[in-house]
């Protein structure tokens, strides 16, 4: 019981640190989700779920004290509206490359390795079922976001009917997760602390798994 509560109280003064510091806050939170977007492993859950704890903790000043009199906290709203712009815009520039470097960016083994193969039957399997909706399901499906909107360029979507479906799929999801955490924070915070245990342990498994591939398919490259 004390090594949670002791679990609970550092993770919570992790996050109050910077709920008094608004301009960090939306700072890391434009560059994270353009990683996020871009295929770097920084998972956007994490984003919008941290952003709201941190919200939390700034419209809780009885429990989290500001450092000092008259400290200007994180505003939810503002926050929810700089994460869907984060969001947004980095799905457009993801798209925008793709429209308009395709034809070169094809050919890098860069594109090879994070598009081509079976992620990118994938994509053109949903194209040809869902036609342009599928510019809004890339939002909802972690691993195929990057691809997908980079896809949605190569493949000559228009661009007013991408930024129309992207953007109602964004508006929907990331200001609602960001208010949902906000509101619901001490929740979270004692759930993380509760199963610290087991979070780690599935980080720990997905790590290896990731390393073991990363060794595996280095080998195969070379063997070819």
Sequence with gaps: MFDIEFSHSALMAFFSQYAYQP???????????????????VPEEL???????????AHNPDKFPPPYAGAEGVNIFTLAMVCFLA?????LIVYLIGKFFGGKIIKTRFFQKQVAGKGFDTINSWFQKYGGWACGIFRF??????????SCGLLGIPMWKFMLIDGLAAIISVPTQVYFVATYGEIILNKIAEFKLIVLAIFGGVLVIWLIRKVYLKNVRKNL
């Excluded at 984003?47 to 941190?54: A, D, F, H, K, P």
């Design 23 to 41: 301009s960090y806050v939306y700072g890391f939170i434009t560059l994270f989700m353009f990683a996020s977007s871009f295929g770097l492993p």
């Design 47 to 57: 984003i919008l779920v941290t952003s709201g704890l941190v919200a939390y903790m």
């Design 87 to 91: 969001v947004f815009l980095s799905d």
């Design 141 to 150: 499906t972690p691993g195929l976001r990057f691809p997908g909107h980079m």
